[in-house]
């Protein structure tokens, strides 16, 4: 299947994919460039068009416009067997009256390799996601996690330069599905696979990805690296579904500074531009963007409350907060285990603390705000 293309060039571009399910738009004008070994995650909530979007790169789907390159060749077109990748599924869909060798075998003995140079490969391909010497047994014999682990082997059989993954972990358990989505990444690494991984969990695209496509109702919504969307997420719709944010509603007053409630916040330079004085806009913070020490009544977040409600979430706790001045906004802020104890964090408690005004993130109220809620 090699091309030559220029090493240069995106490994898989996607130039205004769109596609209908009758009236419906499932995916609109969708445009993406991968770099040849990147791990990068679709993600976004159900029926966002992820799933859609990777059976259309895998030609199982056809979409209506737009064009799919990789390597350098125009997929488009192309039915699925003469595509270069491998794909596992959620469910794991290995051929139950086969044995795992010849399941993972499938795909090389319809390539008409010779006998022994499969079974070799097979051994090969599951000593390498951990399976060695397990060929004789059968599907049933085996976990979710290990089957899964076969389907994985059984996509990489051909060395594929492409490596689908459909929410390949989201019928597995809480310890099996952390142990393989590091296990795949690490695999990833290692051969080196251009991979994408369809999921709609937030923190096991953000564990693995180099880059993350969020995407929301068939558009994409941002492309960036993990830190990139939970920074500087660039729509209300991302700052809601990764990670969590409190959401102020204010109103523009000039010179990037905002009015929220009686507190005046003032923006980072650079994303608070073109707010003219008046306009209502939507200010976004994370929980743990906040100081509750080593700041004075002159720091520009300065503010105080009431905790209303304590959220355990393991070793940080969220805090949700009535801000003095800010009625019926609450705010929440997060706290590790030991930092509830030295600040006092307790409900009903008083608390003063100032909020990071150099991570607040602002965009149109009049946008999807809360749209992933
Ligand atoms: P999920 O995580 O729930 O699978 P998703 O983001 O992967 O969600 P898709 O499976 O891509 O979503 O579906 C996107 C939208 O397209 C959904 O509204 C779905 O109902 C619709 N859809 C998908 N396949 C078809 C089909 N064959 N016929 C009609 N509508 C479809």
């Given at each position: 299947m090699a091309t030559l293309y220029?090493?240069?060039?995106?490994?898989l571009q996607l130039e205004g994919v769109g596609k209908r399910f009758g009236a419906f738009q499932a995916l609109s004008d969708v445009d993406l460039q991968i770099r040849r070994g990147e791990f990068v995650c679709f993600l976004g909530p159900s029926g966002c068009g992820k799933t859609t979007l990777l059976r259309i790169i895998a030609g199982l789907e056809q979409h209506d416009v737009g064009r799919i390159v990789q390597a350098g060749r125009d997929?488009?077109?192309?039915?699925p067997a003469d595509r270069d990748y491998g794909i596992v599924f959620q469910s794991y869909a290995l051929f139950p009256n086969l044995s795992i060798a010849d399941n993972v075998a499938y795909g090389l003995v319809n390539r008409r390799q010779p006998r022994a140079a499969v079974a070799a490969r097979v051994e090969e391909l599951l000593a390498l996601v951990?399976?060695?010497?397990?060929?004789?047994?059968?599907?049933?014999?085996?976990?979710g996690g290990q089957q899964q682990r076969v389907a994985l082997a059984r996509a990489l059989a051909t060395s594929p330069g492409l490596l689908l993954l459909d929410e390949p972990l989201s019928a597995l358990d809480a310890i099996v599905r952390l142990r393989l989505r590091k296990e795949i990444r690490a695999l990833q690494r290692q051969l080196g696979v251009t991979t994408i991984m369809v999921t709609h969990d937030q923190e096991e695209a953000m564990s693995v990805a180099d880059r993350i496509v969020v995407m929301n109702h068939g558009v994409i919504e941002q492309v960036g690296t993990p830190m990139q969307v939970y920074r500087e997420p660039a729509t209300p719709f991302v700052a809601d579904f990764v990670g969590k944010a409190s959401r102020l509603q204010a109103v523009a007053e000039g010179d990037r500074w905002f009015r929220a409630g009686a507190l005046r916040l003032q923006c980072p330079p650079g994303q608070a531009a073109g707010f003219r004085p008046g306009a209502p806009v939507a200010l976004y913070l994370r929980p743990e963007d906040r100081l509750v020490e080593g700041f004075d009544a002159t720091h520009p977040g300065a503010c105080s409350g009431t905790v209303q409600r304590i959220e355990f979430a393991g070793s940080n706790c969220l805090a949700e907060m009535a801000v003095d001045g800010l009625p019926g906004q609450p705010v929440q802020l997060q706290f590790s285990l030991n930092q509830m104890e030295e600040f006092g964090v307790r409900e009903g408690a008083a608390l003063r603390f100032a909020l990071r005004t150099d991570r607040l993130r602002v965009f149109p109220a009049t946008s999807s705000a809360g749209a992933a809620a």
């Amino acid at each position: 299947m090699a091309t030559l293309y220029d090493e240069a060039l995106p490994y898989l571009q996607l130039e205004g994919v769109g596609k209908r399910f009758g009236a419906f738009q499932a995916l609109s004008d969708v445009d993406l460039q991968i770099r040849r070994g990147e791990f990068v995650c679709f993600l976004g909530p159900s029926g966002c068009g992820k799933t859609t979007l990777l059976r259309i790169i895998a030609g199982l789907e056809q979409h209506d416009v737009g064009r799919i390159v990789q390597a350098g060749r125009d997929i488009s077109a192309l039915p699925p067997a003469d595509r270069d990748y491998g794909i596992v599924f959620q469910s794991y869909a290995l051929f139950p009256n086969l044995s795992i060798a010849d399941n993972v075998a499938y795909g090389l003995v319809n390539r008409r390799q010779p006998r022994a140079a499969v079974a070799a490969r097979v051994e090969e391909l599951l000593a390498l996601v951990g399976l060695p010497g397990s060929g004789g047994k059968y599907p049933a014999q085996m976990s979710g996690g290990q089957q899964q682990r076969v389907a994985l082997a059984r996509a990489l059989a051909t060395s594929p330069g492409l490596l689908l993954l459909d929410e390949p972990l989201s019928a597995l358990d809480a310890i099996v599905r952390l142990r393989l989505r590091k296990e795949i990444r690490a695999l990833q690494r290692q051969l080196g696979v251009t991979t994408i991984m369809v999921t709609h969990d937030q923190e096991e695209a953000m564990s693995v990805a180099d880059r993350i496509v969020v995407m929301n109702h068939g558009v994409i919504e941002q492309v960036g690296t993990p830190m990139q969307v939970y920074r500087e997420p660039a729509t209300p719709f991302v700052a809601d579904f990764v990670g969590k944010a409190s959401r102020l509603q204010a109103v523009a007053e000039g010179d990037r500074w905002f009015r929220a409630g009686a507190l005046r916040l003032q923006c980072p330079p650079g994303q608070a531009a073109g707010f003219r004085p008046g306009a209502p806009v939507a200010l976004y913070l994370r929980p743990e963007d906040r100081l509750v020490e080593g700041f004075d009544a002159t720091h520009p977040g300065a503010c105080s409350g009431t905790v209303q409600r304590i959220e355990f979430a393991g070793s940080n706790c969220l805090a949700e907060m009535a801000v003095d001045g800010l009625p019926g906004q609450p705010v929440q802020l997060q706290f590790s285990l030991n930092q509830m104890e030295e600040f006092g964090v307790r409900e009903g408690a008083a608390l003063r603390f100032a909020l990071r005004t150099d991570r607040l993130r602002v965009f149109p109220a009049t946008s999807s705000a809360g749209a992933a809620a």
